[in-house]
């Protein structure tokens, strides 16, 4: 059948939905299970607009999805739907009357809407808070949910990789490289503050690609007392210079983590926005070491950009495994990676808990190995 053909007979619809922060390789995922819906299956794809909100309003917000929209989005940042990380059904920010915002469960809502779409079933693509909110969606309310691991962070457990955070990592890494040489010049202490939420895999990943010499993450706690150290005995050796990389996440001494203040607008509805770590860490290293020190927050740039080449195959694999799943009516899974392998696991186990960073990982030790120090122990390799 010709493609034109193809798309005209299309029966069955099964919705597409981008939720939480954005990352590059959303637009490879929403490409990989169109085609393989269309060309596969003869199901028509249906794009739902800004996450669960297209679902929520009235009148609903729906896109169809074919062939010829979502041709050239490959290698594109961002996503064509649109995305929020304040758009829980469950507890909503609604405006009232004297201008508060309060929450409120529109999940009802979402449930008619969904019912009256003619929709199979839902992929959603999306971190650790989407896929929570598709899995109570799904046990409340009985919306069919197939899960797709996104997220910069990496923090979702049962895949090996979520896509979005290789790009990351590469442009974090780049970042550094272009810091060496500054830092260099000016014999300074560099500080990187780099995204990652409550996990360090970012900071571990472009610490150790970077060539860092310090990384400080949440999973280990950490001591200035080594953290000096490492950079006075850099300067013994000769190395005037430092670059120390700080997860958003990595906690100050009493525990607690950095945070920012956000109005009530814009706290409605999200989890605490993390940062701040990163001046504080060289306000202290710049006291104990007397050494002219700087800040970068990379922020956004981490989530900008064109897929890598390897987030572009994850992506595109994701889509298409995404698919079958719904096609084949597997709700309640989430595309996993379990290299070589493309799989499916409960999404209610990839929610239960979130995947750290193991201190005891191949990419720990090989920091390690390379004198990187986390700070938990006195360096003796400069
Ligand atoms: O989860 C992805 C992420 O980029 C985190 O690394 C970061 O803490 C957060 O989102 C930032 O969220 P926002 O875009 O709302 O500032």
Redesign the pocket.
């Known amino acids: 059948m010709a493609e034109e053909s193809i798309e005209h007979s299309l029966q069955r619809k099964i919705g597409i939905l981008t939720g939480?922060?954005d990352c590059p390789g959303l637009n490879a995922v929403i490409r990989g299970a169109v085609h393989r819906l269309i060309r596969h299956y003869q199901i028509r794809p249906v794009g739902i607009e800004d996450a669960f909100n297209g679902l929520m309003e009235s009148p609903t917000r729906l896109k169809v999805l074919n062939l010829g929209n979502v041709s050239g989005i490959l290698s594109m940042g961002g996503t064509i739907l649109g995305t929020t990380?304040h758009g829980d059904p469950f507890g909503f920010p609604v405006q009232q009357k004297d201008g508060t915002i309060q929450l409120t469960d529109l999940s009802e809502k979402l449930k008619k809407n969904f019912d009256l779409s003619g929709l199979e079933g839902l992929i959603c693509i999306g971190?650790d808070g989407t896929l929570s909110i598709a899995e109570r969606l799904s046990r409340e309310h009985q919306i069919p949910m197939v899960g797709v691991p996104k997220?910069?962070?990496n923090d979702v457990s049962q895949t090996d990789w979520t896509f979005g955070h290789h790009t990351a990592v590469q442009t974090a890494t780049n970042c550094i490289d272009m810091l060496h040489s500054t830092a260099e010049a000016h014999d300074r202490i560099m500080v990187v503050e780099v995204?990652?939420?409550d996990a360090g895999h970012i900071a571990v990943a472009a610490g150790l690609a970077g060539g860092a010499d310090v990384i400080l993450i949440p999973e280990i706690p950490f001591q200035w007392e080594p953290v000096v150290q490492k950079i006075k005995r850099r300067k013994q050796y000769g190395r005037h210079f430092s670059i120390v990389v700080v997860a958003?996440g990595a906690k100050t001494q009493d525990g607690s983590s950095i945070t920012q203040t956000l109005s009530p607008e814009q706290q409605a509805g999200?989890k605490v926005?993390?940062g701040g770590i990163g001046q504080w860490v060289a306000e202290k290293l710049s006291a104990a070491t007397e050494m002219e020190t700087r800040v970068t927050v990379l922020g956004?740039l981490?989530?900008g950009g064109s897929p890598t080449a390897f987030d572009r195959m994850l992506a595109t694999a994701f889509g298409a495994k995404a698919a079958d799943l719904a096609a084949n009516g597997d709700w309640g899974r989430m595309v996993a990676l379990k290299t070589p392998q493309v799989v499916s696991v409960p999404l209610l186990e990839s929610i239960r808990t979130p995947r750290p960073v193991e201190p005891s990982s191949a990419w720990i030790q090989a920091a390690r190995s390379v004198g990187i120090s986390f700070g938990d122990a006195p360096t003796i390799v400069a």
Request: without cysteine.
């Open positions: 939480g922060g990380n971190g997220t910069i962070d995204m990652g939420r958003e999200r926005k993390l956004h981490q989530r």
